[in-house]
Each structure stands twice: as C-alpha cells, then as structure tokens.
C-alpha cells in the first residue's frame, strides 16, 4: 500500500504547482512586451523630433542664405532693398519688438506671412523626398514651422534674433515642438 501511493504522487504536477508556473511564464512574457512596446514607442517619438529639428535646421539655414545673398548683391541684409538687383525680403518675418511670424519655402525660396500667426503645414514630396508647401506630388504633413525675426528695440541695426520653431502633434494628440534660435548678425 505505501509503494502505491509513492507511485501517485510521482506521476505528476499538481493543479497549484501548474498554475504558479503558469503564472511566472505569463509575468516573463509580459515584462518582455512590455519593454518591446516601450522600445517602439521610443523610436516613434525619436524620428518625429529627428524630422523637426532637421526642418528647423533647413529653416535657420535659409535665413542665413538670404542675409548672406542679399549681403553679396549690396542689399539690405534683411529686406533686400538696394543693392545691384533686388534681394530676398525677410521684412515679413521682422519686427522690432512685436511678434511677427512667417514661414519659408526653401524650395521654392519664398518668404510668406503667417495669417493671424497661425502658419500652413508643411507638405512631403514623396517623388523627390523633400517638404515644401507648394511643389511637386505632396501630401499634408504634421510639421509646422514658424520663423520669426526679432531686432530688439533701440539696438544696434546689425543684430537679429531668429527663432525657428517646428511643431507637430504626436501620437495621443499632445503638441511637441523643437526650437533653434540663433543671434544673427550683418557681417558686412
């Protein structure tokens, strides 16, 4: 009689030891997808402040192309008045003091006014892989880029404050921006 009841008890888990290993099989899987959810997430977020500071940067950059053209050409370096021929105007994008903004389509190398301050979404050619707002086969994007050129009030001339701003909206709705700012000055 004990040699049969020594065989039972061999023979098998029992229903608790099954469902505490259960259990810790489901918590390892869990953490596991859990961190693979968190990873993707991640990189969502990532590539979307990737893509506006790169925006922001091609902003900040075509400003500089337009002092440094209309500096070459004899012109006001932020209007583009005088000068061997007629420059690019950043004058919608400047104020002394107040907030003016503007946005440019380096493409197409514009430089239109903000209405009410609110500015256009940029647009992405997938054709030539660039945004724009007007050219090429685009489609609407979730960038928004805003330029403004400040001079402060009673300084010098030759100074300018230009602050390039790329806002979207991410995953879940909230509002994210990236900012690049930069002191510019006439160099000539």
């Known amino acids: 009689m004990t040699n049969k009841l020594r065989i039972q008890k061999a023979q098998g888990f029992t229903l608790i030891e099954t469902m505490v290993a ?17 990873g993707l997430s991640t ?20 400003i500089r192309f337009v002092r440094d053209t209309n500096r070459l050409k004899g012109a006001n370096w932020l209007t583009g008045a005088g000068g061997t021929s007629a ?3 950043l004058s919608t994008c400047a104020s002394a ?14 430089v239109t006014s903000c209405t ?20 090429g086969n685009t489609s609407p994007q979730r960038y928004r880029r ?5 001079t402060p009030v009673g300084s010098n001339a030759d ?4 602050s390039v701003v790329v806002q979207w909206t991410a995953v879940g709705g909230a509002t994210k921006s990236v900012t690049v700012q930069e002191n510019m000055l006439n160099w000539q």
């Open 22 to 38: 259960l259990l810790l099989l489901s918590t390892a899987i869990a953490a596991q997808l859990t961190i693979a959810s968190k």
């Open 87 to 89: 420059g690019i105007d």
């Open 43 to 62: 990189s969502v977020i990532a590539k979307d402040q990737i893509g506006a500071f790169n925006l922001a940067q091609d902003g900040m950059e075509y």
């Open 146 to 150: 805003i330029i403004t050129i400040t």
């Open 116 to 135: 009410s301050n609110v500015c256009p979404l940029l647009s992405y050619d997938s054709t030539n892989h660039y945004y724009s707002y007007t050219t």
């Open 97 to 110: 003091g107040a907030t003016v903004s503007c946005y440019v389509d380096s493409v197409q190398s514009s």
């Open 159 to 162: 100074e300018a404050k230009v």
